[in-house]
């Protein structure tokens, strides 16, 4: 079984800001792509950011400058560390990564229970 466990969200003041973690565990062969997703009320799901198992990142146009995502591949954990946040960034926070469980196994899609990020004064 994996599980990808988020924390870190909570109340914050626009101009704040706000540090996810997201730890795998389970049985884990490799992690390849990890990241951030956010669904706000009434809207879609949508990537927020995302990071290789090399360390290269994607962003979301609405995101960049302000959030960077980072991981440490030994402890299988992945980071968004979110500055400058704004009423508009409120939503929940899911990870979601792709892992093999075995060699012999192929990738397989995971999502996390996600975490609320309230933006707010």
């Known amino acids: 079984q994996v599980q990808l466990v988020e924390s870190g969200g909570g109340l914050v003041q626009p101009g704040g800001s706000l540090r996810l973690s997201c730890a795998a565990s389970?049985?884990?062969?490799?992690?390849?792509?990890m990241g951030w997703y956010r669904q706000a009320p009434g809207k879609q799901r949508e990537l927020v950011a995302s990071i290789t198992s090399g360390g290269s990142t994607n962003y979301a146009d609405s995101v960049k400058g302000r959030f960077t995502i980072s991981r440490d591949n030994a402890k299988n954990t992945v980071y968004l560390q979110m500055n400058s946040l704004k009423p508009e960034d409120t939503a929940v926070y899911y990870c979601n990564a792709d892992i093999r469980r075995a060699s012999y196994r192929p990738f397989y899609n995971y999502w996390g229970q996600g975490t609320q990020v309230i933006v707010s004064s």
């Open positions: 389970g049985t884990i062969f490799s992690i390849n792509a």
